[in-house]
């Protein structure tokens, strides 16, 4: 079966960083995406990777490893504002959307 | 309209009733979505249109239908809702480039 990881929950400390793993087992792979969901509001998309290594956007920086099924988001300079749910998505062969929990991330002052 | 819009943004239901949410887009693009999001889940898609007139079946279809008669609309109909379709359901398109979704601001259905 297809099927993505991500931790369930995550806390951080206002202006430090953070790191939000994935990892994934999916039939093929068209690329992998990164959401931000805020708390009773839609998903909103952060990034997208389809080629192995890094990919930095301003404080948030997504990384992937296609041979190890693996990625991860960073998130820098942490700010109250990123206190949101950050959800991993694979996009499989048949170009079908397959997500993962979400990582709820807590920032503390 | 910008972007995508759901209606109802939120809904309590008997259960045996139907129910139609409605979706909206203005950004001209050929593929929707509906996903259901539940606590502790990941979304979950329950169908899908590639292009006006056509549409298809993703994870989770059963008790749930769909119609895209023309590019912008793209509504939801629970024949007869069960409790087990307490939800937040979301609506979502895509350019059908890198794939990129664009998400409505979701219906947040009970039913009882």
């Known amino acids: 079966g297809q099927n993505i990881d991500q931790p369930t929950e995550m806390t951080a400390t206002e202006g430090a960083i953070v790191q939000i793993n994935c990892t994934y087992q999916?039939?093929?792979?068209?690329?992998l995406f990164w959401y931000q969901q805020h708390a009773g509001e839609a998903p909103t998309f952060l990034s997208y990777n389809v080629l192995d290594g890094l990919e930095e956007k301003g404080r948030f920086s997504s990384f992937l490893s296609r041979s190890k099924g693996y990625s991860y988001l960073l998130l820098k300079e942490l700010q109250m504002k990123d206190s949101a749910s950050y959800l991993c998505?694979?996009?499989?062969?048949?170009?079908?959307?397959?997500w993962g929990a979400g990582t709820k991330l807590i920032i503390k002052p | 309209i910008a972007g995508i819009t759901q209606a109802p943004t939120s809904q309590i239901l008997a259960a045996g009733r139907r129910m139609t949410l409605r979706c909206t887009q203005d950004m001209r693009h050929n593929a929707m979505y509906w996903y259901r999001q539940d606590l502790g889940l990941g979304l979950r898609l329950i169908h899908y249109?590639?292009?006006?007139?056509?549409?298809g079946k993703g994870e989770v279809p059963d008790g749930y239908s769909v119609s895209r008669a023309n590019t912008d609309d793209f509504p939801l109909t629970l024949a007869s809702a069960v409790p087990s379709q307490t939800s937040v359901y979301f609506c979502?398109?895509?350019?059908?480039?890198?794939?990129?979704?664009?998400f409505g601001e979701g219906s947040r259905l009970t039913v009882l």
């Open positions: 999916t039939s093929g792979f068209n690329g």
């Open positions: 998505a694979v996009m499989d062969s048949n170009y079908q959307l397959i």
């Open positions: 249109s590639n292009t006006a007139g056509t549409t």
């Open positions: 979502a398109s895509s350019d059908g480039g890198t794939g990129e979704l664009f």
